[in-house]
């Protein structure tokens, strides 16, 4: 039997339907491996199920030579060395699409807390601090009839757009290329430093890429008005996180609502001393739903591979004829 490896606890009848099918490699870390721990745990198999917390990189593809196949159960794969996994013959493969929605969800609900001061709020009730009701309590930005900037309009980027309409609100948005005018369904094309100019408030929904790290610093956001809230459920390092602390210090904008940080989850502790901003432990996919077709796509792609077949989701279709077997 081909032996497979699981690098995180997921769910219990998935890993049944794995173990049925395959020889499974201990799969009941639940912390992302370092570097040495991912090469001992891979050394022997197959194939890999790993999370967007793994790094594969030449090193640890040299000390794998049986492995065929990394099936990274996320969308994201700036885990993954891409060009590495060729040379080495691994295919590469992801989970698109699957979380469009609830990761859409989420930027909204990073959003909505932040333009209307949730958490402050909430930490204030706590608090103890709500001794008599006062007009001009926690006042929040409106949502309603603004500008909403989304940079990045991907498949995502897109479904956080269609929710913009329920809120009355205009789309302005950057991506590398414009879309067609049906994709873009309303929503007006910009430079990214127009979009920072002339929203209200600002989704980041790009790819960590070399061309994407510190996309947004301190010139960036220089632009944005002082009134604006901006949310990153991209990744890590799209914002310089120490150019956003200064920015939310000096109030040049309203607030941030992050999912994504630079490392993760290490995060500037900084951060923890502001009220004007919302954080979460990059969990913007994270439903029961979601993360179970997730999972289920990346066992699909893995066992494509296993099986000769070409995955949906192949990542570096070039490997496909030069790959190991
Ligand atoms: C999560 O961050 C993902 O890329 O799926």
């Known amino acids: 039997m081909k032996r497979v490896a699981v690098t995180q606890r997921i769910f219990p009848e998935l890993i049944e339907e794995l173990a049925r099918r395959y020889t499974l490699v201990d799969n009941q870390a639940d912390h992302g491996l370092g570097a040495a721990e991912l090469a001992a745990r891979l050394r022997d198999c197959d194939a890999a199920l790993i999370t967007a917390g793994e790094q594969v990189d030449d090193a640890l593809l040299a000390a794998c030579p049986r492995l065929q196949v990394v099936s990274n159960i996320a969308v994201g794969y700036n885990n993954l060395d891409l060009a590495a996994c060729t040379r080495h013959g691994v295919a590469a493969t992801n989970t698109p699409d699957v979380l469009n929605e609830a990761t859409a969800d989420h930027a909204w609900a990073l959003l909505l807390a932040a333009a209307r001061r949730v958490t402050e709020s909430d930490r204030f009730v706590r608090a103890g601090r709500w001794q008599r009701w006062e007009f001009e309590m926690l006042m929040g930005a409106e949502l309603h009839g603004s500008t909403l900037g989304i940079v ?37 094309w910009m430079a990214t430093e127009e979009v920072l100019r002339s929203a209200d408030h600002v989704v980041l929904v790009v790819p960590y890429t070399q061309a994407t790290h510190h996309l947004i610093g301190a010139a960036q956001l220089a632009l944005l008005k002082p009134t604006a809230v901006l949310v990153n459920i991209a990744r890590g390092g799209v914002v310089d996180d120490a150019a956003l602390i200064e920015a939310l210090q000096q109030g040049r904008l309203a607030a941030a609502g992050l999912d994504v940080f630079e490392n993760e989850p290490r995060l500037d502790p900084r951060f923890l001393t502001l009220d004007n ?29 296993l099986a000769g077949k070409r995955p949906s989701a192949l990542l570096n279709p070039d490997v496909w004829d030069c790959r190991r077997r």
Do not use: C
């Open 277 to 305: 901003v919302v954080l979460t432990p990059h969990i913007a996919s994270s439903t029961r739903a979601t993360r179970r077709a997730m999972a289920r796509l990346a066992i699909d792609n893995l066992a494509d591979v």
């Open 152 to 188: 990045g309009m991907g498949r995502i980027g897109r479904a956080i757009a269609r929710r913009a309409r329920g809120f009355g609100m205009r789309v302005v948005y950057h991506n590398r290329s414009r879309l067609p005018a049906v994709q873009e369904d309303g929503a007006i």
